[in-house]
């Protein structure tokens, strides 16, 4: 086994934030009609194996020395060797993670550590993490503009070089906002993640959300804000004047 993660690891190459291209040995194509019912698992698995990944930057190849979990310090190769036991699958498993359009990106504004997100994955199957988590990191403009197809009628916007998104609604009456905030209330109690509301002139609503902790994006706001959007609030709002 440690053959195989060595072999494989020595193969693995970040050529560009994205990694754009895995070499692996064996049957991948076998494998692939499997894929789309372990996607969700895939993401998972991805969101574990390198959501405590740190790399550095300066160099470009997985290196088990240079690779560890923040917490606790272990090197990568106990990292795919606990996946592999996990999943009892071969090493193809890992590339299935990463070529399972799960996108890594080196975050801007910090040295270490990067982000996966699972581009296929519905966020509103995905829950909030804790915002106190030690390495959670802002996650860089580029990387958030790819999640904004997930998140209509959300606005991303640059307040003081802090991204946030931004919704705005107008409601039918001062009181049918407070009954929206209310609403909005409960999914980000659910969260444990929030998001700061504005009632101003009397019937428009305005939705901020960013993670203030990290004074930035995390893949939490986008979460809720898709739990948001699944709201069935149409009987708050008033209704468009037709042009
Ligand atoms: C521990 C818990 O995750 C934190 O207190 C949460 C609460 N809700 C939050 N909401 C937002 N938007 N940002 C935060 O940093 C945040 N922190």
Redesign the pocket.
């Known amino acids: 086994m440690t053959r195989v993660v060595n072999m494989w690891t020595r193969r693995l190459s970040l050529t560009t934030p994205f990694v754009n291209r895995l070499i692996i040995p064996g049957g991948i194509r076998r494998r692939k009609q499997q894929l789309a019912s372990e996607q969700t698992r895939s993401c998972r698995d991805a969101n574990f194996v390198s959501n405590y990944l740190h790399i550095d930057p300066m160099n470009r190849l997985f290196h088990p020395h240079l690779l560890s979990l923040s917490r606790p310090q272990v090197p990568l190769r106990s990292v795919f060797e606990s996946l592999f036991a996990r999943n009892g699958r071969s090493n193809i498993r890992v590339t299935e993670i990463f070529q399972n359009r799960v996108g890594l990106f080196l975050s801007r504004n910090s040295l270490y550590g990067f982000r996966t997100f699972c581009t296929g994955q519905d966020l509103t199957t995905k829950k909030?993490?804790?915002?106190?988590t030690k390495d959670l990191r802002p996650m860089a403009e580029d990387s958030a503009k790819h999640l904004m197809p997930k998140v209509v009628g959300w606005d991303l916007v640059n307040e003081n070089g802090i991204l946030k998104l931004n919704r705005s609604l107008k409601v039918k009456s001062f009181t049918k906002g407070l009954e929206l905030f209310k609403l909005v209330a409960d999914v980000?109690e659910a969260e444990?993640?929030?998001?700061?509301l504005h009632l101003v002139g009397w019937n428009n609503v305005q939705i901020e959300?960013?993670?203030?902790?990290?004074g930035g994006l995390t893949e939490?706001?986008f979460i809720?804000a898709a739990k948001i959007n699944r709201l069935d609030i149409h009987h708050l709002l008033r209704r468009k004047i037709s042009a």
């Open positions: 909030c993490v804790p915002c106190d980000a444990g993640h929030h998001p700061d959300i960013c993670t203030h902790a990290v939490n706001d809720l």
